[in-house]
T-cell receptor, first 113, second 114 residues
Framework: DSGVTQTPKHLITATGQRVTLRCSPR?????VYWYQQSLDQGLQFLIQ???????AKGNILERFSAQQFPDLHSELNLSSLELGDSALYFC????????????FGPGTRLTVL | AQKVTQAQTEISVVEKEDVTLDCVYE???????LFWYKQPPSGELVFLIR??????QNEISGRYSWNFQKSTSSFNFTITASQVVDSAVYFC???????????FGKGTRLHILP
């Protein structure tokens, strides 16, 4: 058990809908990272938050947004969903990616029908 | 441009054989960090190792070893005396020092046959 929790584990929804994925980092970790893994695109970094502030942004679509709350949990919002958004979404946490281990949650599998 | 290439899409070896997974990276930054991650069939991602660009010492952890060579921009991963539990997809990744925008390779799927 990595200590990073993600809910829900599975999500099935329709095109055009909006969903929210939730992540709770390991106790003490200030950074939260979101990743998308799909067959087409492979593993991609989406966005990083550090202690409530956006720190780095990767290949995140404008239809996607995220935030990190004062209790350090994070939410990834995906809107106007398309078939191509079907993927496994991972959250990870660390204190400092350059010096500390990064721990991953089990992922949320999103299926857009 | 930052890029990570894992040319081996899939590798199969018989248990107890040694196997090396290749990783070649591109970056214009002088300071950067390299990583390896493991994704077993269960799907979770596991961090294996991090190496910064100033530390070219090879690292060994049990049956795992990593060879970092700046001259060839490579960060290869060797599993000695492979075991069936090593079957997984392995990802090599890179971040520049300026931010945490991690760039992953496409991954190498490793099958260890009993």
């Amino acid at each position: 058990d990595s200590g990073v929790t993600q809910t829900p584990k599975h999500l099935i929804t329709a095109t055009g809908q909006r969903v929210t994925l939730r992540c709770s980092p390991r106790s003490g970790d200030l950074s939260v990272y979101w990743y998308q893994q799909s067959l087409d695109q492979g593993l991609q970094f989406l966005i990083q938050y550090y202690n409530g502030e956006e720190r780095a942004k990767g290949n995140i679509l404008e239809r996607f947004s995220a935030q990190q709350f004062p209790d350090l949990h994070s939410e990834l919002n995906l809107s106007s969903l398309e078939l191509g958004d079907s993927a496994l979404y991972f959250c990870a946490s660390s204190l400092n990616l350059r010096t500390d281990t990064q721990y991953f949650g089990p992922g949320t599998r999103l299926t857009v029908l | 441009a930052q890029k990570v290439t894992q040319a081996q899409t899939e590798i199969s070896v018989v248990e107890k054989e040694d196997v090396t997974l290749d990783c070649v990276y591109e970056t214009r930054d002088t300071t950067y960090y390299l990583f390896w991650y493991k994704q077993p069939p269960s799907g979770e991602l596991v961090f294996l190792i991090r190496r910064n660009s100033f530390d070219e010492q090879n690292e060994i952890s049990g049956r795992y070893s990593w060879n970092f060579q700046k001259s060839t921009s490579s960060f290869n991963f060797t599993i000695t005396a492979s075991q069936v539990v090593d079957s997984a997809v392995y990802f090599c990744a890179l971040i520049p020092n300026r931010d945490d925008k991690i760039i992953f390779g496409k991954g190498t799927r490793l099958h260890i046959l009993p």
